[in-house]
């Protein structure tokens, strides 16, 4: 009994982290059609802000909470005004653009702290046990805040006006526009809030996993398959996606051990974009957000 | 054989690189002839995506998947065999198997262009991870150990059929020159086949090729896995001219070298990328020698630059401004001409030259 509630533990840690590595890019793609390859990047700077800013006595809480988010949705925002705005409609352009990015990204942080791990910082938060099985506090808090954070953009698309005037902006932006909208600042918020999302969640991972200029790759593949596999529809398909593949990922990884993992993750993502082409929310939950 | 007739400017390309090949030895240093095996493998693999995504239209983010394929197959393939004659063809057919399977789920699932791209960046970056971790004794295929982040150290090239006579440097320098020219005649005749021009059509406009009864999905599987062999063959010489295999082939920054040259070298130009390939190989180890400024950094300036200001390349882009110089000069010239012949009425004579 122990045993099953530790795993069925892991594997919906599994999920959470999927989700919670996913959805900045899934709001950039989902709203708009813009798929950010320097997603990887975003996830890592939110790491260094946090490892600078504990390093300079700041609180850990305060750093990952509040700092990581602030620091790169700023950096999302500037980074849309100077590039990404001139590339609307041009997916291909735009991809090839956001690759470039990242690899600046990774030569910036390179240069100025080295290419080499910089001060870790210890995850907070204790151990928790199940019976005779013990795990991380830190990770159970994760999955907490990877639900909150689904919650709170779900409250902020569908409760706020901001997000309604987002929403709208992005079904018909010439509408929108006729209705006074300012649709270039509506791309440019929308644009810092996926960042934003990107920096806390790379933020929050950076006590586990440490940071490094090229982190960014250990995500990158895992969270476009996760956007890619989910579809159009932001909340539903990050979610039904994660579901999905981070419970193959957690099973095929605790019976065979976590190479495998991966590789059936994938398996899996390619046979079902094979089956949905559109992603599960092109198929099912289509009018979902 | 009407399209071989029609490759003057190919042949031409191919003659200069078969003076190259035979002067290169005798010019160059034994060191640069080393190092210019691995280029010449980029190379290739460089034209490869040149096929796939310039003339094809498939925007593949994971050309390296099959050239690392390759690589992994020939070096696992020619330890196991005792030689390298038939691993060689083992790595072409194993990078093209997995690219019809691959491009079976993709191209019949019909996903769209950007979905790819991420789909093949996926696959290469899990590859990655994967052989990454395969560092165990218990790893091996065959006789080859995998080595996991480490690599495995490729077997040298051999004669056909004598496994015990290695090839010289300036050899393997040959052979590999042999393979780039033969595989860039190859591509540049494939373009011009029936074959090549649906596909040419399929990027213009995919909806109306298959209005015109073409199985596109077909024709799409078909220059991917045909480009994937090619990838192959470059992966070969790549880890014949390090001398070892390492999973780094499959890592993110050689996947986006390959997109930058392609980018740099011109899309729908065979020569452009290769090119670009050469210069930008160089370019990235002067850089590396220095300390100043990061290689990442200067990438992706480069990448953004030439996306926002010169997207459709170097090569394409000299092209267009010398016909445009040519047809501006031809123009002026038959102005003048006109103007001779009708002194009086020169606004005449250039309002009649629009409408013809």
């Given amino acids: ?289 | 054989m009407r399209e071989l007739r029609e490759m003057k400017a190919t042949w031409i390309i191919a003659v200069f690189g078969i003076l190259f090949t035979l002067a290169g030895p005798s010019v160059l240093e034994l060191f640069t002839i080393i190092t210019l095996a691995q280029v010449i493998g980029l190379s290739i693999l460089a034209l490869s995506l040149a096929l796939v995504w310039g003339f094809g239209g498939i925007l593949c983010f994971g050309q390296t998947a099959f050239f690392g394929l390759g690589a992994y197959a020939y070096v696992i393939a020619a330890i196991n065999f005792g030689g390298s004659s038939w691993a060689i063809l083992v790595a072409m057919l194993v990078a093209a198997a997995f690219a019809a399977i691959l491009g079976y789920f993709v191209f019949y699932g019909r996903v769209s262009d950007v979905y790819l791209a991420v789909i093949t960046l996926t696959v290469t970056l899990i590859l990655y991870s994967l052989i990454r971790r395969t560092s165990g004794p218990e790893y091996k295929i065959g006789n080859a150990l995998l080595g996991g982040f480490n690599g495995i150290s490729a077997p040298p090239l051999n004669y056909p059929w004598d496994a015990s006579a290695f090839l010289f440097p300036e050899q393997v320098f040959y052979v590999a020159m042999l393979a780039l020219i033969i595989a860039y005649v190859f591509c540049s005749w494939l373009v011009r086949t029936h074959f090549g021009r649906v596909c040419v059509a399929i990027r213009e406009n995919e909806d109306r090729a298959e209005l015109l009864a073409y199985d596109t999905r077909l024709y799409k599987l078909g220059i991917f896995t045909v480009g994937a062999a090619i990838a192959g063959l470059g992966g070969i010489f790549f880890c014949i001219g390090v001398s070892r295999v390492t999973p780094d082939v499959f890592s993110l920054p050689q996947s986006a070298l390959t997109i930058i040259w392609v980018i740099v070298g011109g899309r729908g130009t065979l020569i452009g990328p290769i090119l670009a390939t050469f210069a930008l190989y160089y370019l990235t180890s002067a850089l590396g020698s220095q300390s100043v400024l990061n290689t990442n950094l200067v990438l992706g300036t480069i990448l953004i630059i030439f996306v926002l200001g010169v997207p459709k390349g170097v090569v394409p882009a000299i092209s267009d401004l010398m016909q445009s110089r040519r047809g501006r000069k031809a123009l002026r010239a038959r102005e003048r001409r006109l103007q001779r012949r009708r002194p009086s009425s020169t606004h005449n004579a250039t309002t009649t030259e629009g409408a013809e």
Avoid: C
């Fill in chain 1, 1 to 289: 009994m122990d045993l099953l509630v530790s795993i069925i533990f892991q594997i919906v840690y599994v999920i959470a982290n999927l989700a919670l590595i996913s959805l900045g890019l899934a709001i950039i793609f989902g709203m708009m059609r813009v798929i950010n390859l320097a997603h990887g990047e975003f996830l890592m700077l939110g790491g260094y802000t946090v490892v600078v800013a504990t390093n300079n006595g700041v609180n850990i809480w305060i750093a990952i909470l509040i700092l990581s988010p602030l620091v790169v949705g700023l950096i999302g925002i500037i980074v849309e005004r100077l590039l990404i705005r001139f590339l609307y409609g041009r997916m291909v352009d735009t991809l090839l653009a956001t690759w470039g990015l990242s690899l600046l990204f990774i030569g910036l942080i390179t240069s100025i702290f080295g290419a080499s791990t910089a001060t870790t910082i210890s995850p907070p938060l204790g151990v928790i046990t199940i019976g005779e099985y013990t795990s991380s506090g830190y990770e159970l808090f994760l999955i907490g805040i990877t639900i909150l954070l689904l919650i709170a953009v779900f409250l902020v698309l569908k409760m706020t006006t901001l997000g309604l005037v987002a929403r709208g902006t992005m079904q018909n932006a010439e509408m929108a526009s006729a209705l006074g909208v300012s649709t270039s600042r509506i791309y440019m918020l929308t644009f810092g809030l996926g960042a934003a999302v990107s920096g806390l969640a790379g933020g929050l991972l950076a006590p586990i996993t440490g940071v490094l200029p090229t982190i960014g790759t250990v995500y990158i593949a895992k969270a476009f398959i996760t956007v890619i596999s989910g579809g159009m529809a932001i909340l539903a398909g990050t979610t039904s996606a994660s579901i999905l593949l981070g419970a193959v990922n957690g099973v095929v990884s605790f019976v065979t051990g976590p190479t495998l993992g991966e590789v059936a993750l994938l398996l899996a993502a390619i046979i079902l974009l094979r089956l949905m082409p559109r992603g599960i929310t092109g198929s099912i939950f289509r009018k979902s957000l």
